[in-house]
């Protein structure tokens, strides 16, 4: 019973772990100035159509996304879903008014790169702890395990299909955005199974 509870406990840490470098990531690479990184466009677009927060509209998103997935497959939401969407949201509330850029543009390029790449790899750990996914994730796995379709395929279209709804609500598409599409699906499928291969989750 103990080495359980351990277990749970240390899988909820992975989780909120991840959670806030996911939500770190994104709102780095967001403020930079290179258009938002794929899901932050539809947040923007959200946001902008509304007059709400950054943070606010993550949640209005992650809760139709969450809908989705309990409709689709069940399975992918648990705990971890609802104690994932409460801290995400928070640190990208948080966390938005909260980064130092430089005034040189090509600094601010690489720590655009940077917050892509915690982006991903925040989402992998997290989405590693099996404990139900993000609302993201969630529909991202939902689709890539019941149809035998691969995670960073489904990731790559799911990412193009956001963007496309955010523009057209006003969200800003940028070269952060394609990047994003491109690296970020391989990275969180690398992180997610390595995690789980360490950590021994």
Known sequence: MKNNNQKILKKLLILVIGSIIAA????LALYAGFGGATLAVLWQGVAGTFHISIGTASFIVALGMILFAIIYDRSQIHIG?????????????????????SIYRWINFFIMLLGVLLFAVGTGLYASASLGRGSYEAVTFALAEKNNWQVKIVRMSLDILVVIIGVLLGGKFGVCTLITVIISG???QFVNAKAKQVLKI
């Open 24 to 27: 770190y990531g994104i709102t």
């Open 186 to 188: 391989p990275i969180i």
């Open 81 to 101: 879903t609802v104690l994932y969407q409460i801290v995400y949201s928070a640190c990208v509330e948080l966390f938005a008014d909260c980064h130092v850029y």
